[in-house]
């Protein structure tokens, strides 16, 4: 059973990533791969951002049964709440008319994206939906980490395009940035694996 402390962080980790795609979003300039899908089935299905998430989150998840990845408390609560805190700070994030604005909103977005993630990982309750998905196929293909990652998200991207995500600049800057702005968010929280 997992304590009080850890808990917490998980849940403040989750409702600050929520605040945080909650920017991305409403900054309107592209959002990333996964989240691409998300607004794809929200456009296509007429649901929220957060449900369609949501959607997607538990299709993962499900996914993980035949990769014999087992999901952490940490895992669940991720494929459920991220989207629900999405939603639920959508309405109070601003958008901007001019452009350098709604690029400020994205890259402070992106950094809380981070930040909220390295909070969360440190919970050690179980990784993220879409994490445990690449690492178990990773486990099983044999393949190169990098490969399995572009394979899922250049799929998840293109699907998520076709249906009506938005794909733009942002898109790129998500792409080439996150993975050093989140090693930097879990030495701050001093991640050991």
Known sequence: MPNLRSMSRLMLGLFIYGLALAMVIKAEIGVPPWDVFAQGISKTFGTTYGQASIVVSVIVLIAWIPLKVKPGIGSVLNAICIGLFADLWMPYVPHFDGYLANLAMFVLGMA????????????????????GLMLGTQRVLKWPFWAVRTMYEGTVLTIGWIMGGQVREGTLIFAICIGYLMQASLKFFKFQK
């Open 112 to 131: 809380t994206v981070a930040f909220a993630t390295g909070l969360y990982i440190t919970a050690n309750l179980g990784s993220g939906p879409r994490d």
